[in-house]
């Protein structure tokens, strides 16, 4: 792309929207972020590739890691946006079609989708004296004042190399391609890896293969869905004026007592304590693991013919393989060096300013240990009252651009996180909210407050009913 302005020619005409914010990416997070920078009266557009808004949750987005069964591990109390609350027909842990419904009604009612151009990818973006060329894959080439990336991280599959796959005769896919539980009806299968998804997948193997198994590398604390009869994060948050080391023993202990001893299902003993690690909120595979259903198995070895044998030296006949080896983040239209990558993360002020481009920022770069959309709502608040500083030239943002490139908070809350990739950019939410909070105070910028976007409304909520969810099984 030629950067070039004035160049009128037609396919080289570039459209000026030097006043106006580019959000890349209609998912949860470019939503939120639109409604804050409308709140504000700042002018911006939303480019999607897909064909309506919702991100991963729209399972027939090309790409989208969505499977049929999955549901919501954050409860809907902690997890909706503000003045947006999931309605009251829903489930404490709804499915992947109500939150799709959920966003496609938020984004309804706050008016969002005039602004966003659909079936358009972006392909690349570039910075030039401190303006941005952003190029559509309609060829499309556009100067922005300002980037949002919001593209999500769950688009580019981390697939393993496992020795000996070239000679195995059964099938494997990465979980992104995993849909429906038919596919293993009439099989042996073997799921890798016990994240969220890993878990859910292998309970739906249970319930549908000849015999399933899990190989688990390390031990996990599973936390199950409801403790005495409230959602595990409704549970939890009525504790956190407690310190974590305190939670942590607490939790440690009771969880102990309401799940029991997990080595005697096959599975490791966790190397780590609770909460050191993205919590695995599941209770249907312990229930599987104790029917049988699905079998531990430790790490792979190498896969042998028709076979899988195992470090233990065991070994299982299996037809197929999934592999729930999680994600490598990436933010593809854009060169290498306007983010800094360290342990395949990038390194961002808060997860969300660039440290050394301007006008550069990003939404939902970032894992947490409970329900993420509070936090984007707040962070997308955050992002748009720093431009609107920038814009009115008021002085806190002189002093929020010296934050952005010199603060380095810890945001982990006295956690010792796993000295993982994933964990590199995993903040603990209590303690990203109370700095968040204090920064945003100094700068003399407002949080969000109930209400504040009633006013923005374009219609109520009432079609937000489980009758009229998009389907899974058919297209839109
Ligand atoms: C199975 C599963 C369960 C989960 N459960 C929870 C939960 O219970 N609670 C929770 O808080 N989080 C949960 N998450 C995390 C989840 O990732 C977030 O909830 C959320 O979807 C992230 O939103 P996002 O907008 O950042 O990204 P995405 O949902 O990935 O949306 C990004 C959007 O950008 C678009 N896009 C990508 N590249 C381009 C491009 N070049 N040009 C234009 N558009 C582009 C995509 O099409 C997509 O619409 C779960 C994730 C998974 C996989």
Known sequence: MDPVKNNQSDSNRIIDKSDTICIVG????????????????????????????????????PGSPMYESAHFISSKYLSSYFDFPMPDDYPDYPSNRQILKYH?????????????????????IKEQDGLWFVETSSKEKYIFGGIVCASGITWSPNQPNLEG??????????????????IFRGKRALIVGAGNSGCDIACDAGANANQAFISVRRGYHFIPKHIFGQPADVFGDGAHWIPNWISQLVFGKLLKLIVGDLTKLGLPAPDHKIFETHPIINDQL????RHGDVIAKPDIQ???????????????????????TGYNWSIPYMDQKYFEWKHGRPDLYLTLFNRNFENLYALGYMETDGGAYKMFDEMANLIASYIESKRKSDPSAIRFSKYIKSDTPPLNGNIHYLNTGRHS????????????????????????????FHFLKKSNQSSLKSETLPSTGESK
């Open 26 to 61: 209609a998912g949860p997070a470019g939503l939120v972020m639109a409604r804050s920078l409308l709140l504000k009266g700042i002018p911006f557009q939303v480019f999607e590739k897909h064909n309506d808004v919702g991100g991963i949750w729209d399972i027939h987005n």
């Open 104 to 124: 496609r009604e938020f984004a309804k009612t706050f008016g969002l989708y005039p602004s966003i151009q659909f079936n358009t990818s972006i392909n690349e």
């Open 165 to 182: 796959e070239n000679s195995f005769t059964g099938q494997i896919l990465h979980s992104v391609n995993y849909k429906s539980p038919d």
């Open 286 to 289: 312990i229930h599987n693991l």
């Open 302 to 324: 190498k896969l042998e013919g028709d076979s899988v044998v195992f470090k233990d030296g065991s070994k299982e006949k299996i037809d197929i393989i999934i592999l729930a």
């Open 425 to 452: 950019v995993y903040v603990n939410q209590v303690a990203y909210k109370n700095y968040r909070a204090k920064i945003q105070k100094k700068m003399g910028w407002k949080e969000l407050s109930p209400g504040q």
